[in-house]
């Protein structure tokens, strides 16, 4: 029930830690954390030296992903206790942040969305942003008529948590928002919406 060819898709090209840049800064969520330790087994583990990561537990496993990033022996490690948190010190460690740091986010698409936006926030141009998906496909979703947004949509069609509304998630994603639009597919003749098929576990 997804529409083909919506070129606003993210693409993610993968953390690949850049070897010249003078700081490194990952945010990461969940399964994110297995992202970087692929990166340090692949690229060994010197670039840590120069490295702050602050990680958010998600998933079931998420609480071993700390204990194994805490072994890695980065500059710094800052575990959060929720996304937003994550998000305010991101914010603030930007803004102390000097010429030559790169930045690395991996986890949920809804996790990345919110950090890129910190980061576009502070000027960073999302292409520059190294960036890899770990962990569910649930999305960010925005209901296109009353501007509500829900976290972990894993169904379309879904209701809106905000309006209650049967919307349609579509592939149509906003950098500005961190998030896939959502669109009333019975408006016509309400009442009519299909069966919600789970397409993001």
């Not at 529409?3 to 850049?18: D, E, F, T, W």
Request: net charge neutral; proline share 5%.
């Amino acid at each position: 029930m997804l529409v083909a060819g919506i070129k606003s898709r993210p693409v993610y090209g993968g953390l690949n830690v850049a070897s010249h840049a003078k700081r490194h800064l990952f945010a990461l969520e969940g399964e994110g954390a297995l992202a970087l330790i692929d990166q340090v087994r692949a690229a060994g583990p010197d670039f840590l030296r120069k490295s702050d990561i602050l990680y958010v537990a998600s998933g079931s496993a998420a609480h071993e992903h700390d204990k194994a990033l805490a072994k890695l022996g980065a500059d710094t490690l800052w575990v959060a206790p929720t996304i937003p948190v994550l998000l305010n010190r991101l914010n603030v460690m930007l803004g102390q942040a000097h010429m030559g740091t790169h930045i690395y986010l991996s986890g949920t698409e809804g996790f990345m969305g919110q950090a890129q936006q910190v980061a576009m926030n502070h000027g960073a141009d999302p292409a520059s942003l190294h960036m890899e998906h770990r962990g569910s496909t649930a999305r960010r979703v925005q209901c296109v008529h009353c501007k509500g947004i829900t976290d972990s949509v894993t169904t379309s069609p879904y209701t809106c948590t905000h309006c209650g509304l049967s919307l349609l998630v579509r592939d149509h994603y906003s950098r500005r928002l961190g998030a896939f639009q959502g669109v009333c597919i019975d408006a016509e003749e309400p009442g009519t919406a299909p069966k919600p098929e789970e397409l993001f576990p």
